[in-house]
């Protein structure tokens, strides 16, 4: 089946710690998006790529880091320098970016500050 | 600014009708989705809406109207699993989806 992976579900960590998000596709979409999702609030894009190799921040980027290595691949490092990580944090995929195409999502990553 | 107004919560019984508005302002437009998000889930593709009317897909419908920059989603026959947030995302003339808070859909038995 086609879809869109997240790892972990539910992730902790210490203060001061890097920690990487892991998403993979299958769906052969050119593009994909890291956002956020805090209560109350709707999503906040913070990386998305359009094709392998390139990136583009958001409306958060700071704190965060990407790399799109593979087609497949767009894993999300939230970093040290982010003040207040916790969050729900989503990825997608569309066909391409540049059109008005459905975002197809994984199932979240839950990441708390311990 | 660029922003989406949709309620933050409604309640509704169950095999009622609902209906959760959305009003935006965007630099241009190139589109209007809704997205349904269990909690702690994923958000799913629900319609799509370019051009103005109604959208028509089961249970649920959508419409659309650009010169009030206004859309609403309709939900018939309510059922209990319909209890979830629904998420009005609007496609700008970057081609950037912008986001609402979502409303918070309650079904009463």
């Known amino acids: 089946d086609g879809g869109i992976t997240q790892s972990p579900k539910y992730l902790f960590r210490k203060e001061g710690q890097n920690v990487t998000l892991s998403c993979e596709q299958n769906?052969?979409?050119?593009?994909m998006y890291w956002y956020r999702q805090d209560p109350g609030q709707g999503l906040r894009l913070i990386y998305y790529?359009?094709?392998?190799?390139?990136?583009q921040k958001g409306d958060i980027a700071e704190g965060y880091s990407v790399s799109r290595e593979k087609k497949e691949s767009f894993p999300l490092t939230v970093t040290s320098a982010q003040k207040n990580p916790t969050a729900f944090y989503l990825c997608?995929?569309?066909?391409?970016?540049?059109?008005?195409?459905?975002?197809?999502f994984g199932q979240g990553t839950r990441l708390t500050v311990v | 600014g660029q922003n989406i107004d949709q309620p933050t919560e409604m309640t509704a019984t169950e095999g009622a009708i609902v209906q959760i508005n959305c009003t935006y302002q965007?630099?241009?437009?190139?589109?209007l989705f809704w997205y349904q998000q269990h909690a702690g889930e994923a958000p799913t593709f629900l319609s799509y809406?370019?051009l103005d009317g109604l959208e028509e897909k089961g249970r649920f419908s959508s419409f659309l109207s650009r010169s009030k920059g206004y859309s609403y989603l309709l939900l018939k026959e309510l059922q209990m699993k319909d209890s979830a947030s629904y998420l009005c995302a609007v496609t700008n003339s970057n081609y950037q989806l912008i986001w609402g808070a979502g409303t918070k859909l309650i079904i009463k038995p």
């Open positions: 790529s359009q094709i392998v190799n390139d990136f």
């Open positions: 769906l052969n979409h050119d593009a």
């Open positions: 809406n370019v």
């Open positions: 997608a995929s569309s066909i391409v970016a540049g059109a008005a195409t459905e975002a197809f």
């Open positions: 965007t630099s241009g437009f190139n589109g």
